[in-house]
């Protein structure tokens, strides 16, 4: 087997309806972690994802604004692709949903999961609005809860979170127009996912020691709670057309065609790079495949029971995704993110206003891995001054700015025990990573940061410049590995100042074992990595 591992991840898409903002970031930024990781081991990473172009939510801005659902989308996806240049995402591929490629490739998959049998029509009633002489859905109905009796969009209760099932929207008022729904039967093709319940439980057992809590458990709960067959498509204009006769007025429903973006995405990679797409997704005897899911805990099912379940009906011998890594939701001052609240904090803005691998930092550091996490601007400039500026800023800017090296790396040794610690970091930083720790394989690097701080301090080298100029610059020389190899560990988490350490100390790419800069090295004109932040500046 060869020992270079196919390594696919896919990073939940985001939907092309409102900004970005830091709640997205947290739940994808561990998927960039991991690439930059497995790329500096030297595995064939690819990174997948795109803007999720179809669904309700955007007609139903395209109709607010007066625009085309295609408009709102371009104007979406431009603002994420520069929100995830800045932030020094990866990816491979990055498109959107709304585009022929991905299109055709999914009407290709309809018709062989139609091919198969795992694909049939059923009619039942439905709600439809007479006024707008149309069958509505979920978003497009107002409705009255049955679990707490708020009047609520028939998606989910926005007062209690009940998600509200079909014969729940079959008395209510059409939201586009105000009007009473009517019941009236209507057709629409099912996908069988009733039939996959054996095999799903037996990727559940296999996959769930590779899942975060979340996932475990919500899994379980769906699996026990029976397998249903799922509608693949709705009455709707903008959106998949389905390649089959009599369902012209119809389009596959968002969740199925999003889901098999990961495919589509890889394959549009591959196509335009001469490579072959199966490499990262079929079973082989030839190499390792690893393939990671990356999204937050609202997401869980669809990558644990349906995507696995799509895969399944192709009959192609597909890898199943064992790695699903589902985050936890990020508050804002102690609230639940909301766009009527206005909480979210855009990413533009605030990468407008602070430094990239900082808020990197953040969303790992302060990130939602097994539990809810909080954004609080104090917090934020607690972390930025304390742990980046003065712990790991200063450490590098004293050491190599000390007036007596004049730039230069003095003939010294290394000392051994710090040698010893260096490569035990990155055996530690690893396996959390590996672990899906990202929170904890920072603490190990900033566990280094703070051994280089009290060498440093420990050895006091500006008494050793005058007294003992041999020990200084084996004290010095000690510090300036650290910081190579920092550069090197912190590469996943804060690309940005790697960079620059590397070019400092003449280094020419990320690597994931022990590096050491050689003698005589002229580090050039050394600037602080980061700038510190005043209250004025997180007001």
């Not at 007036?403 to 025990?417: F, I, R, S, T």
């Not at 990573?433 to 080298?461: C, H, Q």
Request: aromatic share 12%.
């Amino acid at each position: 087997m060869d020992s270079k591992k196919k390594v696919l991840i896919g990073i939940a898409w985001t939907y092309a309806n409102s900004d970005i903002h830091l709640g997205h970031i947290v739940a994808y930024m561990a998927g960039d972690v991991l690439a930059r990781y497995h790329r500096a081991k030297g595995n064939d990473v690819l990174m997948v994802s795109g803007t999720d172009s179809h669904g309700t939510p955007i007609t139903e801005r395209a109709i607010r604004e007066n625009k085309t659902p295609d408009e709102i989308v371009d104007r979406y996806h431009k603002q994420f692709v520069e929100v995830f240049k800045r932030l020094g995402m990866t990816y491979d591929c990055y498109t959107k949903t709304a585009t022929p490629y991905h299109i055709e490739k999914v009407q290709e998959m309809i018709l062989r999961l139609k091919e198969n049998g795992y694909i049939y029509p059923k009619t039942e009633p439905a709600s439809f609005c007479p006024k707008c002489n149309k069958f509505v859905y979920d978003r497009e109905v107002e409705v009255v809860c049955p679990k707490c009796g708020a009047v609520s969009k028939g998606d989910q209760c926005g007062n209690c979170d009940y998600v509200f099932q079909a014969e729940d929207l079959l008395s209510g008022k059409c939201r586009i127009c105000g009007s009473q729904t009517v019941v009236r039967d209507n057709t629409n093709l099912y996908f069988k996912l009733s039939e996959f319940e054996k095999p799903l439980r037996e990727h559940f057992e296999k996959s769930k020691g590779y899942w975060r809590k979340n996932a475990v458990n919500e899994t379980e709960k769906f699996l026990n709670e029976g397998l249903h067959d799922r509608a693949v498509t709705r009455d709707l204009s903008w959106g998949v057309p389905v390649p089959l006769p009599n369902f012209d007025d119809k389009r596959i429903y968002v969740w199925i065609e999003a889901l098999w973006g990961y495919v589509t995405a890889t394959q549009l990679y591959c196509e335009n790079n001469n490579r072959d797409w199966r490499d990262f997704w079929y079973k082989s005897d030839e190499h390792e495949n690893l393939i990671y899911m990356f999204h937050g805990k609202d997401n869980i099912v669809f990558h644990t029971i349906i995507f696995p379940a799509l895969l399944m009906a192709t009959k192609e011998p597909y890898v199943m995704p064992e790695h699903c890594v589902s985050a936890e939701f990020l508050n804002v001052n102690g609230e639940k993110i909301s766009k009527s609240k206005g909480n979210g904090w855009p990413m533009l803005d605030m990468l407008d206003k602070f430094d990239a691998d900082s808020l990197r930092y953040f969303c790992i550091a302060n990130g939602p891995e097994k539990h809810d996490s909080n954004f609080t601007f104090a917090d934020y400039h607690a972390l930025h001054n304390g742990e980046i500026v003065n712990k790991f800023g200063n450490f590098v800017n004293r050491t190599l700015k000390f007036k007596g090296l004049n730039g230069v790396l003095p003939n010294g040794e290394m000392d051994e025990k710090i040698k010893a610690e260096i490569e035990n970091t990155y055996k530690k930083v690893e396996n959390n990573i590996l672990s899906n720790n990202f929170k904890d394989a920072l603490s190990d690097v900033m566990a280094l940061v703070d051994l280089g701080n009290k060498y440093y301090d420990e050895k006091e080298p500006w008494k050793l410049f005058r007294e003992n100029k041999a020990e200084f610059d084996n004290v010095i020389y000690t510090c300036v590995q650290i910081i190579a190899n920092l550069s090197n560990l912190f590469e996943p988490f804060m690309p940005f100042a790697s960079r620059k350490l590397r070019n400092y100390l003449g280094l020419e790419k990320p690597s994931w074992e022990y590096v050491s800069v050689e003698l005589g090295e002229n580090f050039g004109e050394i600037e602080p990595l980061f700038t510190r932040l005043t209250e004025k500046d997180v007001l």
